[in-house]
């Protein structure tokens, strides 16, 4: 580990952090269905190096972003820009004029090389698309990459994530769906490696204070608000952008039926309205293809607002109503309340740097990503390059 002795510490009894695996009644599922798109490079980078077989445990599907009645659209695997030209061609729910103004808007973006004022949202943004495109694209795209609605979230993060997805190259708008559990996906890998490099893993064990450790070169991994206690004192300036940040939650309500489910994909875009409040479904039995898995159905709440039992049950009702549900059960709701720092327009996130010996990581370090595991990890990356260039600036003088 280039001459680092690494210790973690890590607060909670397993490592995994928001994206781990919950178990209920001994069915491994997770703290909130979670989805990679082929652009990760990061995240799939570090997989593959501590030995993870990513074509093995990741299901690649083209993006698809269609209906249970068949509207929205769905990448061919054709390289870019011709499989969005294609997808937006062949979408069903949209007229002529729709397929044009969007494929004008695409061109645009393009021209401008993804760039827009700091201060737009994505509703303006995207001010003269039709409300069919809206809803059946912009919207599921937008509130799944930023977790929020398009009035509030950040235009300039929103086209970053459709830079890297769309132009990224070949496979980078690809939908990658653990086949497996989350914690089984990465860290419990990652930690087996990290042991064979010589690394102290201590879970269990919150961190109070950073002061036991001043002589040390430290990595502050954890969430932005206990990162922003843990500097209050001692670097205020860089803790009050940390303590500034608003978060969204991220409901994920996990169903059980006996109803055979044929769907032609393991996921399933859905209308999503404040009676209906999932944009997404997940077919854990196609997704797992184990026993205790078929049945059990993921389903989605990006920026969540209600509260567990009337979300549960709202989610029930769209299930019904939507994919043809009868009987069909709750096994379990995750609502993570802070399940994202809240990507708006002109957001200031705090640097990665504190002091020569002290880097923090995490999504919320300024960075060109929303809240997501390549955010994280990219973050992580760099936090650690930072750590080295102070080494070797220290070893120079
Ligand atoms: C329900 C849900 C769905 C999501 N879906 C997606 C998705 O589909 N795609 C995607 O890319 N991203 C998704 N995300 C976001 C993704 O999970 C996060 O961006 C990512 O996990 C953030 O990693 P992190 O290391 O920055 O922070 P965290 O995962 O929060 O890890 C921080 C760690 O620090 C530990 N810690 C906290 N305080 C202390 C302390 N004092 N001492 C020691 N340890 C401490 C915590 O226990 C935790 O393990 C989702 C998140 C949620 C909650």
Partial sequence: ???????????????????????????????????????????????????????????????RLRRPDGSGLQLPAWPAPWNMLVAILTAHGWRWQDKLSLTQHAM????????CDDAMTVAM????????????????????????????ASAKVFLRVMQDALMGGAGSSDM??????????WPDTAVKWLQQQGADIITGCPVHSLDEWAADPVVL???????????????????????????????????????????????MALHSDTQAPAQFAFDKGQLCQQSPM????????????????????????????????????????????????????????????????????GDYIDGPYPATLEGAVQSGVHAVDLLASCRIGENAS
């Fill in 125 to 152: 943004l995207c001010r003269d698309l039709s409300p069919a495109v809206m809803s059946l694209l912009i919207e599921p795209l937008c509130v799944s990459a930023l977790n929020l609605p398009s009035q509030e």
């Fill in 108 to 115: 645009r973006w393009r021209l401008n090389q993804f760039q």
């Fill in 294 to 361: 078929q049945g059990v159905l993921a389903l989605v709440v990006s920026a969540s607002q209600g509260d567990r039992q009337a979300t549960t049950e709202a989610v029930l009702r769209q299930a019904r109503d939507q994919l043809g549900l009868q009987q069909t059960q709750a096994l379990m709701t995750v609502v993570e309340k802070r399940a994202a720092f809240a990507c708006v327009p002109g957001l200031r996130r705090p640097p990665a740097q504190l002091g020569n010996n002290l880097v923090a990581c």
């Fill in 176 to 185: 990658l769906i653990p086949r497996c559990d989350l914690s089984q996906l």
């Fill in 1 to 63: 580990m280039n001459g680092w002795q690494v210790r973690l510490l890590e607060a909670a009894p397993q490592v995994g952090g928001r994206a781990r695996r919950v178990l209920h009644q001994g069915l491994p599922l997770d703290n909130g269905q979670h989805i990679l798109i082929g652009a990760y490079r990061e995240t799939l980078r570090l997989m593959q190096a501590v030995g993870i077989d990513t074509e093995q445990q990741l299901c690649r599907l083209p993006l």
């Fill in 221 to 267: 991994a954890c969430p932005a608000w206990e990162a922003a206690k843990l500097t209050a004192t001692s670097h205020p300036a860089w803790s009050a952008l940390a303590s500034q940040l608003q978060h969204t939650a991220i409901t994920t309500v996990y169903l059980q039926t006996d109803q055979a489910l044929h769907w032609p994909s393991p996921v």
